[in-house]
């Protein structure tokens, strides 16, 4: 027996394989769908890309999967009840969506809102920008793979949750500001609650910056990922953070004040670099903002009424329905038939956690508005999607729609 | 800085909430012996501990809900008869149909009910509310001239049948008063306080008119007589107003 031989490769073998077909070179990118049941589309996205190897060639937002009618459902219903649906599109910044909406009928209506309501208003605003903005830096830590920001930042914005429950009834959609002020005063605990969590906050927002603001993990995925230039951030239209991330410092709270911004003293912040890690640290620092905002406007709330006196707009107190005819006239003709603004059109606009919420209401005089029209930011924005990953890896997708931070019901209401 | 840095600091953040749950959550739980104690650290729905562990033992335990907390509507009687709100039986709901109105989904059906002489009476006789269609919005109990609907705390509703369980039928949605006192202490005191305040306007309206009646050399049960008689007629007016209306109403088609 002779010892196998391991040294010498062996002879190629004699018998020859035919040649495969020849096929045609396919010079095609490749199509993925990317949800719309994908963890990291925040909701019902889907993006439809087109792949060159790892690269992508387009990518194109395809929305309307949670359509809901929210827009043509308001032409049904009265301006009091339109209320119910405003927070209803936008379930992360519902008192922004409210307050929009609120604006325009009262700009359309042309009544007062008592100065106690509105600073009420403000610091609601600002506890929902908290809680939108935690909720961003929760969730953009999870579709990066960082899971343990969530649990840290969702249990501040559960103390935020709670005080809406506290005025309004409701975590989400309290429906507490109304046209002409809000539906009934604070509760006795209103300001305990606001000074304990913004007491708490710029220690816990430190606590997620140390998280994630130095890791190095997270600012391989974000630093000079999804970049926009100003130009393009401009054309495109979005607002908030992504524009400001490149250097434009629009914020409606000081370019078009509403609820009395100007009186209140802040600082917008501003990057230039206009990548995923600029649209993270602005929003950490907004929230600090934030809590500056609701601190000063927790010092200077007025007493006072926290609706108009105007009984065509607002119910008379139910006390007076015991004694005044008047009154209950009111009240019945309020709630059976509703106010009707004079016929005209209205758009008032605030600045959103996501951008700019514009409300565009149009009135025939009766007492359905005959059009309600929603400029909602997370479909402006999410227009960006394609700017900031043409030509990037794939994988950097996740990190562009996560930054963006678009809310779905609001896309396709 | 090396990637292995980034994962330890990260682990060490998450360690030392680890740690907290020993040292500062731990106490708040509930002791070992079995009795389930109400969650401390918590006050008025809010609350108050914030490090550690914040687990509450659901459902042995439950967060309690803020006063103005709303689920789903519910009805109020008065157990005492004769008590001033209490139309018929004790039900406050006088069928006036301001929530089924004001209801954004249109998930209230009010029957009202008749007298013997076939007039409708302030009263209702069937009420029901479709759960499933119920947006919780609060608007019925806000807007309800009469206190008689409120908003629920109870959020446990989950049932193995999903058609007609779900719609509340009258028997179903009624609540003595004393319930809607214990969970809506505040409103409930407004309330108490509009009463008393009507009732003493009232008998000072009623005093101040005998007064002048008798001042005037008129006799107050003569005079009380004319205003019933004034009233009888007006409601029959009305009634033949409603009949012509609805007249016209079916012959429209
Ligand atoms: S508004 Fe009040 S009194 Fe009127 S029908 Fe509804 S529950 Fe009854
Ligand atoms: S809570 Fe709102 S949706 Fe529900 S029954 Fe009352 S008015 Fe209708």
Known sequence: MTPIDLLTPPAPPTTTRPAPPSRPVVDEPMVLNIGPHHPSTHGVLRVVVRLDGELVVSADPDVGFLHTGIEKTFEAKTYVKGMTLAPRMGYLSPIHNSLAYVLAVEKLLGVDVPERATVIRVILAELDRIASHLVFVGIHGLDLGASSAVMYTFREREAILDIMELVGGARMFPIYIRPGGLSSDLPPEFEAAVT??????????????????????WKDRTVGVAVISAEEALALGTGAHILRATGVAYD?????????????????????????????LLRIAEMRESVKIARQALSRLPSGPYVTADRKVAPPPKHELATSMEAVIHHFKLWTEGFRPPAGEAYAAVEAPRGEMGMYVVSDGTAKPWRVHMRSPSFVNLQALETMVLGRQVADLVTAVASLDPVMGEVDR | MGYGMGVLKGMGITFRHMIETYTIGFKLQPSAAGDLPAPTGVAGGMPTVTGGMQTIQYPEEKLPVPERFRYLPFLLYDEEQGHERAHFDGVRCTACGICAKVCPPQCIWIVQGKGDDGKPRPVCTEFYIDSSICMSCGFCAEYCPFDAIKMDHEFELSSYERHESWVYDLQELLHPVAYHAAIHPTDYAREVEETRAKDEAKRTRDAAKAAAAVAAGG????DAAAAEEAKRLKMEARERMLAAKKAKEQGGG
């Open chain 1, 252 to 280: 409606l709270r000081k370019c078009a004040p509403y609820c009395g911004y100007e009186d209140y003293e802040f600082d917008v912040p501003v990057r230039t670099e206009g990548d995923a890690y600029a649209r993270y």
């Open chain 2, 219 to 222: 006799d107050p049960v003569a």
């Open chain 1, 196 to 217: 304990d969590i913004l007491d708490r906050l710029p220690a816990a927002i430190d606590g997620y910056e140390r998280l994630l603001t130095n890791n190095v993990f």
